[in-house]
């Protein structure tokens, strides 16, 4: 079978390896860090190449120079943002010797600049939250008129925005913090867009999946429930379970089809609690990292694709069960850890909430060293601790005042005024 190639090995393109390792179908993983733990998959032939958003020249030349050697067309996956566009931008040398399936030009854009991507949805008449484009500190005031408070910053092209921010984006309270932190973006040279939040913030999001491949072909589509992300309020999702909505995959499907969209493509949708109804948040257009629940509940988006593109006989599937469960064990942590101090969740709740997984980020009993690279034999586990403990302000809570102090302090000091109190008491009697 034509060999695979898998750009970028985080926990989405360790799914894809192992879904198509699974099949057969012969592996190659592709990423500039030598420590990617997708490279530690039994399933695996690494190469290693230039950072290809660094030197995307040295990267289209590795790439070519591995497929020369080939007796049939190998199949590229993209694992990452930076890796569609790598693709789309180096389509005609790189199609001389690999399949794959990228939109066609005048979608591509919109499938990494959010402003694009927004004006389709407003045209094929997919809700939207009240949104804004600031270009400059002269756009601000229309901003604040426009969108409700709180609201969100993130950038148009998240892919380039993470080399500057760590984080999706910034919330912002009101007037007086947007115009502060858009200070920093605007010199930043990054362009974002503001957004109303719907709130309760990483509540009722689903996405929708599948893959429209040739000759107008779409896939059988799969649905999940995020119920945890990480960072909790503004992140991606480290609990996730296989769910039905039909009222998003109807907007889901009714939105890729209506871009003319091509490839493996997801869209995100969050309900409104002000009117009941479901917004779109934003369209991915690669694999995701919960590609290994769609798998694992019989709808393998990378092996249709794979299938499509070589010209195989395309599986035969049957609708997919609810309730499947996937986790990001060392991201879950983190977000488990916010919420505590937040006082959303408590201990017995969160593990209530893990004691059924079916699929993991990282871990497989059957591949289990992408995991332990993955937590650097524990060290990344103590190190991730550590960092936790010392946090002082959690920067992703709409409400910081309430993540300043570790409520558990607070605990402790009432226990303590208590116990100094009946002392007094007693003193006194």
Known sequence: MPTAYVINMGANGLAVARTLGRSGVPVIGIDSHPKAPGF?????????????REDPKAAVEALIQAGEGQDRKGVIFPASDDAVQLLAHHERELSKHFHFNVPPEGVREAMVDKRLQYREAVRLGIPVPETCFPSGPDDLEMVAYTVRFPAFIKPLRSHKWCATFDNKGFAVKDAEELRNKMKAIFASGHEVMVQTIMTPTGKDL????AYFGRNGYVSPDFCWHKLRQYPPSFGVGSLVKSAHQPEVRELAIRFMKGMGYRGIGYVEFKRDQRDGAFKMVEM???????NALQAAAGIPLVLFQYCDLIGHPLPEVGDYPDGMVWWDSLNDINSFWRLYRRGEINTFQWLQSIAKVDVHAYYALTDPFPMLWRYRYGGELAKKAYDLLRMKTDEDALDRSRTAVFPAKDKFRA???????????REDL
């Open 40 to 52: 530690a998959s039994r399933y695996v032939d690494r190469l290693l190449i230039e950072d290809i």
């Open 206 to 209: 689903y996405s929708v999946g």
């Open 284 to 290: 991915n257009a690669r694999t995701g990292q919960t």
């Open 415 to 425: 226990i303590f005024k208590r116990s100094d109190a009946k002392k007094h008491q």
